[in-house]
């Protein structure tokens, strides 16, 4: 069932311009350029004074790059935690308020005892789920469905990309309900969301400059990963993505925390894997770079050509993502950071679909 592929995580890594395709056409009314949820939600997003978001790994980056969309976007405060915190920390919850939860297989047990605790406070609740007949997904209030098909790699690949896209239609659907967004915005992210799958499927088309990358990633002891806004989240997914399957050390960190700490760690032996799309704090992440490379640190820029121009350093090596609008670059630069941990993993010989230690669905705490 692996196709032509070695390993499943490397099909549901080139899956994802197909199931991010299905997922957007699940969400978006393509005709008239607008969000549109399938099912009516047993709340109203125009009443709520905050969204409070759980999970876990990778689904719990998903989530972090959600709290910048519905912030920004829908202006909607969001307070988001792993369940595993949230569900003993019993904050405490509006009664009519809003719990979403994200979780691919369902079964997260942190993250189904934090849907219990928020709807034993009155809470509504709304769960992104991949598998539909879970437990999450039955006992949410309400579920939109991640449409990425059974995803077996133990490493999380299309459900994560799946998740981001429901996840920036709901947050376009808020924005909306809260009178954010204007009509003329809405448009141009549904048109910027539609451009997403080929965007994808660019991205794939780095791969062979990606695996040579992978050797010298694979020498590393330890790997950073920097980023700024929604980066940030996907330098902490791509930091977990290597580390869970090649074994390597991996950190992220929000750059502009460089000086406070890990700045210390930088030499010629740490590469340090910059997540920066030509975005309006791009500039910010430059100094950053600049930071590292005056300190012998070797730069893999993820970005595009106009960032790489603007940023004018010498880096090992940069990984060219196609232009877009920022606000839809985490679902796009998913793509060159799982192939990152894939053929660095893939690489060193290791068992990329069963890394050791590790469970597809944790289902115990
Ligand atoms: O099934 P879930 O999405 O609830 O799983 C959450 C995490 O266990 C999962 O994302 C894990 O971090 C993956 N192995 C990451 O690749």
Redesign the pocket.
């Not at 994200?102 to 997260?108: A, F, L, N």
């Given at each position: 069932e692996k196709g032509n592929h070695r390993h499943f995580m490397a099909k549901e890594i080139h899956e994802q311009p197909e199931v991010v395709g299905r997922t957007l056409a699940h969400y978006v009314d393509l005709a008239n350029g607008r969000v549109a949820l399938p099912e009516t939600l047993p709340f109203d997003f125009r009443t709520l004074s905050r969204l409070s978001i759980t999970?876990?790994?990778?689904?719990y980056y998903a989530g972090l790059v959600a709290k910048y969309w519905f912030e920004t976007l829908a202006r909607l405060p969001v307070e988001i935690d792993v369940a595993s915190e949230a569900r003993y920390r019993e904050p405490p919850l509006d009664r009519d308020g809003l719990t979403l939860v994200?979780?691919?297989?369902?079964?997260?047990a942190d993250?189904l005892a934090s849907l219990r605790y928020a709807k034993s406070q009155g809470q509504h609740t709304l769960a992104v789920v991949n598998v539909p007949t879970s437990t999450i997904a039955r006992e949410a209030s309400a579920v939109v469905p991640t449409l990425a098909g059974p995803e077996i790699g133990?490493?999380?690949t299309k459900?994560f990309s799946c998740q981001l896209t429901v996840l920036l239609c709901l947050a376009i659907a808020a924005g909306r309900a809260r009178g954010a967004l204007s009509a003329e915005r809405e448009r141009a992210l549904v048109d910027a969301l539609i451009t997403v799958p080929g965007l994808m499927a660019e991205a794939t088309k780095r791969e062979g400059e990606i695996e040579g990358l992978a050797r010298e990633v694979s020498k590393a002891r330890d790997v950073l990963y920097l980023g700024r806004g929604t980066s940030y989240p996907m330098a902490l997914e791509g930091a977990?993505?290597l580390k869970?399957i090649s074994y390597i050390h991996a950190e992220g960190y929000a750059a502009g925390e460089l000086k406070h700490g890990p700045i210390a760690l930088i030499d010629e032996s740490v590469p340090v894997i910059v997540i920066a799309p030509h975005d309006a704090i791009f500039e910010k992440t430059v100094s950053n770079m600049q930071e590292v490379a005056a300190r012998g640190g070797r730069i893999i820029l993820i970005g595009d050509a106009k960032g790489a121009a603007a940023a004018g350093l010498d880096t090992l090596a940069t990984v060219t993502m196609p232009d877009l609008d920022p606000v839809v670059a985490p679902i796009v630069y998913a793509v060159p950071i799982q192939l990152i941990a894939y053929h660095t993993a893939v690489f060193m010989g290791k068992d990329v679909d069963q890394p050791r230690n590790?469970a597809?669905?944790?289902t115990v705490e």
């Open positions: 999970a876990c790994g990778t689904a994200i979780s691919q297989s369902g079964e997260t993250t133990v490493a999380s459900a977990l993505k869970e590790l597809k669905s944790v």
